[in-house]
């Protein structure tokens, strides 16, 4: 996506120029008051009218922040059709600057349900993060409330992991190597060329995001599939040279990966779209899943019980809803 400016600028006109002498750019104003707002109505108009056949609907949330920090509350809406597929329309990402109060988010999602003509009634569940903002903005419409299974896994494998000083020290050495190769544009250059030499995948490193605990699992896979390029790029540099990984570093690197990377597939499951992730639970969370869960409980500090799942979020599943996944 590109600003709506772009159209201005002398650039892209010579594009648009050469690829068509005849064809006359319209103006930035035509874009923003007439082409998007008629795009938007069309668009809503479409999903009004699939929303108007839905007889029970469920709904997810969150709260987030733009890379310019500005927030934002995203509201989704899942339902199945009248041929029997399940679908999924997100309403709205809308700018919410009040304050992140349970009884500011509660009014603004029941604002935006009604603004979509949706009756409550047919709501089966809404899922949210643990925060407990979102726990009582639920309680606060009376909306039965849903945990969000990929948000509990996430908290679940960083509660294993973030007392083990091994796992620690080797993540901050992966993060300065990465962070080497992202800035230095003659690093990336000969890290290819070592690549090629060596017949490595011409991958590019991964950086984690604290939020996504998946992304610390994909910086560590890459890590240990490159190592040898790596190590032949930083060897020639004696600056650079304590940035390899040593042996400790990769024995813990393959353990970690070893025992999470069937985690993280597990996790790539739940993000789909087009089935329903509850009624796999128990076809994906198989004896490789099981091992590595119990990997990472052995991995936890023992304080009488697993920090895995012990808080009190882990049993806020309303009553029927367990039931029925249980079922």
Not at 11 to 29: A, N
Not at 141 to 153: D, I, K, V
Not at 230 to 237: A, K, P
Request: proline share 4%; with cysteine; aromatic share 8%.
């Amino acid at each position: 996506m590109v600003p709506i400016y772009t159209v201005t600028k002398e650039g892209f006109k010579k594009i648009i120029h050469s690829l068509d002498k005849r064809y006359v750019i319209p103006s930035r104003t035509y874009f923003s008051q007439v082409a998007i707002p008629d795009l938007n109505k069309k668009c809503r108009a479409k999903v009004e009218t699939e929303l108007s056949k839905v007889e029970y609907y469920a709904v997810t949330t969150d709260l987030w922040s733009s890379r310019t920090t500005e927030p934002y509350i995203s509201l989704t809406v899942h339902f199945i059709d009248e041929d029997f597929t399940l679908k999924s329309r997100c309403l709205q990402t809308a700018f919410f600057p009040e304050n992140h109060t349970s009884e500011n988010i509660a009014a603004g999602l029941r604002e935006a349900v009604a603004a979509w003509g949706l009756d409550e009634t047919c709501q089966v569940c809404i899922t949210t993060d643990n925060a407990a903002n979102m726990v009582k903005a639920a309680s606060l419409n009376e909306w039965t409330r849903l945990q969000c299974f990929g948000h509990r896994l996430h908290l679940a494998v960083e509660n294993a992991v973030k007392k083990d000083g091994r796992i620690n020290r080797t993540a901050g050495v992966c993060k300065k190597l990465v962070g080497h190769f992202s800035h230095s544009w003659k690093a990336r250059s000969a890290l290819e060329k070592a690549q090629k030499e060596l017949n490595l995948p011409s991958h590019s490193l991964i950086t984690e995001c604290q939020t996504r605990w998946g992304s610390r699992q994909m910086m560590i896979s890459r890590i240990l599939e490159q190592q040898k390029a790596l190590s032949q790029v930083l060897s020639v540099d004696k600056k650079l040279r304590h940035l390899i990984p040593n042996w400790q570093d990769i024995d813990v690197l393959e353990s970690v990966s070893k025992s999470l990377g069937p985690l993280l597939e597990f996790t790539d499951a739940l993000s789909g779209e087009d089935y329903v992730k509850a009624a796999r639970y128990g076809i994906l969370f198989g004896p490789p899943v099981q091992d590595g869960l119990h990997h990472c409980r052995q991995q936890a500090p023992s304080q009488g019980q697993s920090d895995i799942g012990d808080d009190d979020d882990n049993h806020d599943m309303p009553g029927d809803c367990n039931c029925k996944l249980q079922h």
